[in-house]
């Protein structure tokens, strides 16, 4: 995506840009410095946004002073975390980007059972802190995500079924808005702002840090079963792991089988369904809670164990590396045999060695929140389905898009998170008529002039102050 500036960078009084530097506890990093190629790499290779600053920010006033100085000089502004936007937002061409990355801290209240993280801060990053203790954070499938847009967007990860997304644990934040403020909010203070940060992306201003109720965690029974990719096999995933108890939590995926050693070489480069596995109860339990699915065919391969909740992540660490991703995703109210025959047919015909088409089963605590309580409005959702392909050439990317045509009809709505650059229609999409009616009237209230719009943007609308509760 290329974004065209407001205002070209080298028309702002160099005496301003040396003395809003001159104010940085942290970094302005230029294009003509050395390490500006590396600093702007974003997590999604096909993104290579030249961005006018960057700003590796060091604390709170240094997010406030960028703000400022961005809207002050009528610049664009965008803002990065973990550096895993799909569509490249977090280093837009020409922008001025607030790099959250640097600010990471992590600390746990033992007392109250909370932790506050700033938004840079990685799962692998909150797991190093809060699992010594026990405890654990519903985040994201890869140890890499950055809590910042993770958690802005929803955040659907391998505990949703037991704690719900990562906002349903969310306490507070302290946020920047577009005018420079520094707001707490929370359910009584700013409730219309903490409705709309739980799923309303980084619409309404910079998070500089979250706390959230902590849940316990401790041993789980973990890892991956592969499966052959059969009509059966997906119509029983899809029925099972929808009713499964809350302590079952599973990522499923139509994938080409890795050369791995406990995969028998007769399957390496075959289409398999992969299911990682995550039960929150007692091993031995889940032992047999996992056992249905075990039982949807002969397993081509397993490696299923008590481990703890860090565990599961060695098992998507490849993708928590940077590589090309072409992403096209939505929910379903179920897998219909209609989708399973597409599905089908494109293992059947050729599947693309890069491939990937991924099923979550929902349901559980994820589907007990009302669908208005939070900006995230698609509880009533049994099914998250995902064509990703990590291949870098074009005929990669259009096998991905033809797969999603075909599938998109049985879709209904989008997470936010999983949405590339699609258009003002998909943004829509992600949000219910009146849930993005009340968004835009948020966002009228603390970003009037929408200085936050390099994202999947929401305009200021209409004040309607019913819609504020």
Known sequence: MTVTMLRRPEVVDPIVTEAFEARLWGRLVRPSDA????????QNKFHEGHPAYIVRVGDVADV????????????????RSGGHSIPGYSMAEGSVVVDMSGMKKVSVDLKKRTLTAQPGATTADVLAVAEPHGLGLSTGDTSSVGLGGLTTGGGIGFLVRKFGLTIDSLRSVNIVTAQGHYLTADATRHPDLFWAIRGGSGNFGIVTSFTFNMNQVGTILGGAIFLPVTREVLRGYADYTTTAPDELTTIAGIMMAPPLPFIPAEWHFKPVFNILVVYTGDPDEGQSVVAPLRTLAEPVAEVLMPMPYSGIYEFTAEIAQRHHATVRSGFMDGLSDAAIEIIMSDVETGFDPYGLVQIRGLGGAFARVPNDATAFAHRDKSIFLA????GAAQQNRQWAERLWDALKPFTSGVYVNFLDDEGEERVHEAYPRMTYERLASVKRRYDPLNLFKLNQNIKPGRFLASSIR
Do not use: G
């Open 387 to 390: 064509v990703i392909n990590l």
């Open 35 to 42: 390490d500006y190629d590396e600093t702007r790499q974003l």
């Open 64 to 79: 406030i002073h960028t703000v400022n100085f961005a809207r002050e000089n009528d610049l664009p502004l965008t803002v």
